[in-house]
């Protein structure tokens, strides 16, 4: 017997998706929002922390290394 999945999830991701609706007692389609969720959660917590860290270089450090980076750009040919 054929199981039929979502396209692109082996039967065997599958079976263990389904395990784990059973085992938290909720339908299919609430353990995938739920896991929406937590993915979202996660996913902007983390661009958070890349925005509002500390810098790690200086202003006028990333602006001598951007201006280095456009001379080594043109004296290999590549564009500005």
């Given amino acids: 017997m054929e199981v039929k999945t979502i396209k692109g999830i082996s039967g065997e ?9 059973a085992e938290k007692n909720v339908p299919l389609g609430v ?13 902007d ?4 922390k890349v925005l509002n860290e500390e810098k790690v270089l200086s202003d006028s ?15 290999r040919g590549f564009r500005i």
């Fill in 13 to 21: 991701k599958w079976i263990k998706f389904k395990s784990l609706a």
């Fill in 31 to 43: 353990l995938f929002g739920m896991m929406l969720e937590s993915y979202y959660r996660r996913a």
């Fill in 45 to 48: 917590s983390l661009w958070n």
């Fill in 61 to 75: 450090e990333a602006e001598e290394m951007v201006s280095a980076i456009k001379k080594i750009r043109k004296e």
